[in-house]
């Protein structure tokens, strides 16, 4: 099926750091919605961006839908443990209510 | 409503026996969509409905595949034959607006 480029694909990284990911696409998007998804759990609503050009902010976490409307940023500041897991960005196209998923970043933080 | 649920959480079946998954989404939410995970991938679009209208059916939902809403409030998905290639996690979501909750998914393993 499709799915949209998403990267970095795994990071580690060490506690109280700052992270950043990204995804990309051919294809216009109306919506950005961004996940994290814990083993064996299904995917929990971060983040969701309606405009181009917005910048949106859910505690330590940031997300930015591209001027583009092909892109979409997410940005985690001051990294902890609890932060582990799988990243998912999901992009919905413009004409209908289905979401394209990206392929996911590994985050791994070291205390 | 504590959010959407899915009933089995775990369902372990042989190759060729038929399973049906339920999924009861926030009740307001009058959009539902169904998704197949496997390892190390994000979400793939199966199929959403706007209330018990089946809008858009993706082409890895194959003839085995059929998904159910008749009366625009619960779900069910239902695959007949399983092969081993449907050993997948099977997500299924409900929206309100634009924005995207899901349920913790049923977990299908076909020996």
């Known amino acids: 099926g499709q799915q949209l480029n998403q990267s970095p694909q795994s990071m580690f990284i060490q506690e109280g750091e700052d992270v950043s990911m990204n995804c990309t696409s051919s294809s216009i998007f109306n919506t950005w919605l961004w996940y994290k998804q814990d083993p064996g759990e299904g995917p929990v609503l971060l983040i969701a961006l309606y405009k181009a050009g917005e910048l949106t902010s859910n505690g330590r976490l940031t997300a930015q839908f591209g001027i583009t409307r092909k892109d979409s940023f997410l940005n985690i500041s001051a990294s902890i443990p609890s932060d582990v897991g799988i990243y998912f960005c999901?992009?919905?196209?413009?004409?209908?209510?289905?979401?394209?998923f990206g392929t996911g970043t590994r985050l791994k933080v070291l205390a | 409503d504590t959010g959407v649920s899915q009933d089995p959480r775990h369902k372990i079946t042989k190759r060729g026996q038929n399973v049906t998954f339920r999924c009861d989404p926030i009740s307001e939410h009058n959009r539902l969509y169904w998704y197949r995970q496997t390892l190390g991938q994000g979400p793939e679009f199966l199929t959403y409905f706007q209330n018990e209208a089946q809008l858009e059916k993706s082409r890895l939902l194959s003839d085995r595949f059929s998904a159910e809403r008749p009366k625009g409030s619960f779900s069910t998905l239902e695959i007949q034959r399983t092969e081993q290639g449907d050993s997948a996690m099977y997500l299924c979501a409900s929206s309100g607006n634009n924005e995207q909750f899901f349920g913790p998914g049923t977990r299908l393993t076909v020996l």
């Open positions: 999901a992009g919905r196209l413009s004409g209908t209510y289905k979401y394209i």
